[in-house]
């Protein structure tokens, strides 16, 4: 990582590289983006700045080598001095969390479990550098604080505690869904010694916990147990007396729930939540009365989702929302009018910001040509400026053309997507598609940074491929209507939509209609198993990752069952099983001529590894069609480890060259792989 800003070291790496069996003819263009280089890519998260706006924090992720440790991305933290743009690393021996500036202290405060700790703990480290001391732990890890305003007492979560009771037996069964362990949430003055925590009575799972402004009470966000499905579905806001833990309110809101903030005189709270309980999104604005709990719904009619929100002052917020490809900077007023833009759509994406009294902001950005930075924008500023250069060997790299599109299906709706082209790209010549769906589907492409291990973007490019990412119905930043435009009515419009998309790239003469693959993840693998079977004489390659086969079994098997009633299929699966399996791409296997590339995470616990297993057999059993499955032990909804990550872009790029590019023959099961030196 650079020291400054202005000082840039040179490190000499050793990577490896894969040589695909049977494609040794097949290198990437001069200079385009390689797996290898997406695997050690480092990129800027969460963004902080003190209260005073003369520091900033932010923390930059960096990747384990995939050939030394199949570990997930480290998070260190970096200070910038906002007046000279100078940064500097801070911590970064090892991965912290919970990044905060502790009032009235010259410090900062983060998560961490050192050597010798029983539990993860609060550290607290001055802004002039020295060591790390433990300011506080508890008899369970801790999960989150927030300072209150004093700088001396904490609102913090920790796992709730529990006795473990001795067994004879060397053997214990899991119980599914019962015993949880429920987080719960606790005050604590920090300064006295010996002082003990006091819990906040409330029954349930705490997700959340805000200080008002004048110490007197607190905000917290409680579900009724720790399942997934109730942190989606059934959190509730709660306003407690702080001395008392009394509840002096509870607010009025259903479904799911985003960020609050209480206003700087505490008369209101900021909330960014669900419309009512079918909205798929937390993505409305909504200001609470902490008196009652009443709410108010702003901009009902807004064409966007709101991402992030800060009080500017006692009626002013900040707020960050994404509109269609693009995101939003601006402000608006309590009462939802004055609704302006500061740094507007068309430009940079932001994914997050921070600010302080003196009107200093920093964001968290990307675009096209990098993913994401630390930008400063001062008081008095016209736009964001780029601070960090996280990648610096990626100025070097050739990038495929990349743009915001748009075309308007059959029954008449608009769709957006972006479109990569590859770094050869020349008018009136076709080319080879990779189509890339987004999970779901509540999510959506901006056009912004599009390239990461199960995404092939500039690595696509680099390998003379168009990149397509369609935001097909019920994708988010274009309001509510549109996000619940696809309810109802699962694999129906909402994929035809991308089938369209293809018809729209093969009508301009940009894509070779024989050579269109397919991949995604999650409900994007649900889309990849539907383009596979229902319209596979459209697609000659798919990829699926972590999705969806059998709407049937899928519903027994998930963590998440309520939410797909609620904000999904709108109705219940014994309502009409025979409409959930017309619906399921198992159905529709006997059409399949797709060569279809299945991995999934074994640990899965939102799309069971069950449903790969199924669509694999299916294919298997009932066609002559090119399958395989790949499992990846340790993995989940995604792979987060450097290796898998890695393996996971090798295999998929590698089997859409084959059949895109290739000879149709299945590629091996083993990944060749050689050693090479790349400069860095």
Known sequence: ???????????????????????????????????????KMKSVGSVYLSPDGSTAAYTV??????????????????????????????????????????PNHNSITYLDRQDGDNTRSIYEISLNGGEAQKLYSFKTNIVGYEWAPD?????????????????????????????????????????RDGHMPHRIPLEGSVYTAHWSPDQ????????????????????????????????LAEVDHTGKLG??????????????????????????????????????????DFKGKFEQIEWADNNTLHYLASKGVWSEFGSIRSDGSQMDAIVPTGGPIINGFAHSTDGTHVFDVNTPSHPDELYLMKQGDDSPQRITNSNPWLDDIEMGEQEAITYTTDDGFEIEGVLIYPLDYQENSRYPVITIVHGGPEAHYDNGWLTDYSDAGQVG????YVVFYPNYRGSTGRGIDFAMSSQGDLAGA????????????????????????????????????????????????????????NNLSKWGTSDIPEELYHVHARKRIWEDYQDYLERSPIYHVDNAETPLLIMHGKEDTRVDPGQSYELYRHIKTRTDTPVRLVLYPGEGHGNRNATAQYDYNLRSMRWFNQYLKGEKERPDTELDIEEVRIEN
């Open 461 to 464: 490019a680099a390998q003379g």
């Open 216 to 247: 007197s009470k607190l905000a917290v966000a409680v579900a009724p147990t720790p399942l997934v499905d109730d942190f989606y579905m059934a959190q509730k806001v709660f306003v407690i007396d702080h001395m008392s833990r009394d509840v």
């Open 259 to 300: 960020q609050f903030t209480w206003s700087p005189d505490g008369s209101k709270i900021a909330m960014i939540a669900a419309a009512n309980i079918n909205d798929p999104i937390d993505g409305r604005l909504k200001i609470v009365n902490p008196e009652d709990g009443s709410t108010t719904l702003l901009r009902e």
């Open 61 to 102: 992720s960096v990747p384990a080598d995939p050939f030394k440790n199949n570990a997930p991305a480290s998070s260190h933290l970096y200070l910038m001095d906002v007046e000279t743009g100078d940064t500097k690393p801070f911590i970064t021996g090892r991965s912290v969390s919970g990044i905060a500036f502790r």
């Open 1 to 39: 990582m650079i020291l400054s800003n202005r000082v840039l070291s040179k490190v000499a790496m050793v990577f490896f590289v894969a040589i695909f069996a049977g494609f040794g003819s097949m290198c990437y263009a001069q200079n385009g983006l390689t797996p290898e280089q997406v695997a």
């Open 494 to 549: 909402e994929f035809d939509d991308i089938v369209e998309g293809v018809d729209y790239l093969i009508d301009q003469g940009v894509a070779d209609e024989d050579k269109v693959g397919v991949t995604g993840g999650s409900y994007g693998g649900y889309a990849t198993a539907w383009m596979s079977t229902k319209y596979s004489d459209r697609f000659a390659a798919g990829v699926m990752f972590v999705g969806i086969s």
């Open 151 to 191: 700088g001396n007492h904490i609102v913090f979560r920790a796992t709730e505690p529990k006795e473990s009771k001795d067994s004879p037996l060397p053997y214990q069964p899991e119980i599914y869904e019962e015993n949880l362990t429920n987080t719960w949430a606790y005050i604590q003055n920090v300064s």
